[in-house]
């Protein structure tokens, strides 16, 4: 059997990317009697204990472009991002009725309180606001998060009928970390590489591992990354550029299309963190759910949705992206009203400034119609990298 190209693996994954069904996760509950689906919003969620529990995490961004919003506009103002509206859409049309849980994990104020209308609209499933430490001491926040996770996981074996062991979860633990290398690794060809895995493709074969098995999507990533690197693709007069902002409402694909024509090689982002969001490997060794909570506080990715306890670390975290993936700037692109990106966004600026690193902003909705500004904008921003380089 031939393995599959580039070009093929990327079609099933745009196909999953826009099958607004989750054909393939209905698929996966009815081949087992007994089998659970636990959804869960953006940006992070300890996938390794619904795992453990014999269920499938599905991740749940919203409807992107191709829904069109009509009752969910009913239900919250006009002023807010879009994917708390999306996501309504998603559940009043029925296009998540097989699911039998929802997380909400502590982002905003938006996201908290949608979990709070998700259970006034499903009574009948099983919703959860998910909250994270904000204080970063093993004996407060860490206490606090080990709670939190054994609350939840008493709750899936409520539902499962099933016990979560210790062992079931460092089996699950383990799969999740060969899972976040094969991540990390397609991130460094794209660092190293970027015409071989263009951000678009590597969206696309990322984002599917938010409906699929986790072992399937291991699978896939390394087919992925295998045909990538034995395939010749044209190199490109691209300038590197790292775009941050997008931990939350992701945006439509074809703005990151719209990046790659601008002449941007996108070598860094925050897209869907929580498939990288722990650094490096949860220890398979002693508590389970207290490793968990030690990568979390750790070794865990900086985002503006994270309380940064040290004030003098603060965008350092993106600094250190740029200088280790060769980025030449930086692309600040936020959601409409996304208060922790644009409240941010000032205080990163400005440790840009004082790295000497350019950088320019834009915003986006999840259903963005008109890309051309955005192309022209970051295209100027491309050209005058090029411009400041050669002086």
Known sequence: MTNPTTSEIVARCQELYEDLNFTTAREWKAAEAGRKVIGYLPVYIPREIIHAAGMLPLGIMG?????EVIHGDAYYQSYICRIPRSTVELGVTGRLDFVD???????????????????????????KYF???????????????????????????????????????????????????????????????????PASEAYLVVRAGLVLPVEEHSVLLRQYIDAAQSESRPIKDNSRVVVTGMFCEQPPLNLIK?????????????????????????????DPIYNLSQAFLHHSMSTAAKYEPNEEEKGQFLVRAVKETGAEGVIFASTSFCDPALLDRPMLQNVLKAAGIPFIAFKYAENSGQMQPIREQAGTFVDSIKLWSAA
């Open 63 to 67: 409807g992107g472009d191709n829904l």
């Open 101 to 127: 849980g929802m997380l909400f994990p502590s982002i905003c104020d938006v996201i908290r309180n949608l979990s709070g209308m998700w259970k006034m609209l499903f009574p009948e499933v099983y919703s």
């Open 131 to 197: 909250d994270v430490p904000q204080t970063y001491q093993d004996e407060i926040g860490g206490t606090f998060y080990m709670g939190e996770m054994n609350e939840f996981r008493a709750d899936l074996e409520k539902i499962s009928g099933r016990k979560i062991t210790d062992e079931a979860l460092r089996n699950s633990i383990e799969v999740y970390n060969e899972n976040r290398q094969l991540v990390n690794e397609l991130y460094t060809l794209r660092a190293q590489k970027p015409w071989l895995a």
């Open 258 to 286: 719209s990046l790659e024509l601008s002449g941007c090689f996108v070598v860094d982002d925050d897209f869907m963190l929580v498939s990288r969001w722990l650094i490096g490997d949860v220890p398979l060794e002693g």
